[in-house]
């Protein structure tokens, strides 16, 4: 009696190979997958607050809640246009611009070349001493300031008085004020500038240098056609982040030791937009002026890297 029938084997089945295009839809894809959350970032953080602000700036609010929006057209631009105060604050940013780009890149500039031929601990020692500042919380540097340039008892002051001269006014004379707060930013800026040059400076090849001293080159004009050349993409880029960002670093210092005075002489485009927001709550106004400061900045950028890309020179 024959057994129960067996059913014939199943043949193996192998996964179907993707096919190329699939293939290449999934490559297409996986770029964006790791590029979502940067872009994400931006849009929340950048991108969206800059539409709203452009948005706000056609309204007047106070910020506060269930205070109605009012929509007022070019008002709030055609208002800050028309006060004397913004055109001043424009005036001192120019001032700080001019004021911080020989602190935060001819200084640094030079004090990394000087010290770069230093021994090892002498040029640590030099470039620690200048780097401390820039780990020194703004605010906390801006009280120290505070107390050191007192007219009555500050210790500037008490060291200006000892070689016969008047106390100086450092925060109380519009004429001195603002110079005073600039050269504070560049004290801080001084640092990190320096620390970009010489590391910059370092990664200059050897061999040229070398190669330039056996042909009997000083060291002026090793710095003057090495040197300078090489570190002409780096001086520019620090030049750009000063002339975009240094009237902003000196914000701190504005609001803690002279709040935008004496007679709105330390003032400057970022400190009134601030001003304009929090300050008196003109939501609109505020908007308006970080538009305008937007476009402005934004042009200036634009210019400034067109300037980069055509006087940069790579030893490569």
Known sequence: MSGPVQAPPQPLRLPRPATPTRRASAWRIAPWLYLAP????????????????????FFRWNMLPGAPMTFVGWENYQNIFALPKFW?????????????????????????IYTHDLPARSRNFYRTVIFVPMIIAPVVAAAIWRWLLDPAHGMVNEAITLFGFRPVRFLQDPTVAIWTIIVLTGWKLIGFSTLILSAANANINPALIEAARMDGASKWEIVRDIRLPLLRSTILFLALMTILLGAQWSFSYIHVLTGGGPLGSTTNIFYIL?????????????SAAAVILFLGFGALAFVLLRLMDRYSFHDN
């Not at 940067?38 to 700036?57: E, H, M």
């Not at 005036?91 to 990394?112: C, D, F, K, M, S």
């Not at 304009?276 to 939501?283: A, K, N, R």
């Open 38 to 57: 940067a872009a994400a970032t931006l849009i929340l953080w950048i991108y969206w607050p800059l539409l709203d602000a452009f948005r706000l700036s």
């Open 88 to 112: 001043q604050a424009l005036r001192n940013t120019g001032l700080y611009i001019l004021g911080l780009v020989p602190l935060a890149v001819i200084v640094p500039t030079v004090v990394a």
């Open 274 to 286: 601030w001003d304009f927001g929090f300050s008196t709550l003109s939501v609109g106004w505020s």
